[in-house]
């Protein structure tokens, strides 16, 4: 029984883990894109302005 216990509770944490990874890894796809957005924006504007 003991050893059942064990096991949940590192599932447990690794799901843990999983989910943080996963949740930094939306973070950098949102912060990759609002950096590309930010790119063509000011790429925009330079070449509105030549």
Do not use: F
Request: no cysteine; proline share 0%.
């Amino acid at each position: 029984m003991e050893l059942i216990k064990e096991k949940d509770e590192e599932k447990e944490r690794l799901n843990g883990i999983i989910a943080g990874l996963l949740a930094e890894k939306e973070k950098d796809k949102v912060y990759k894109d609002v950096m590309l957005d930010m790119m063509s924006r000011i790429e925009a504007m330079l070449t509105s302005t030549i």
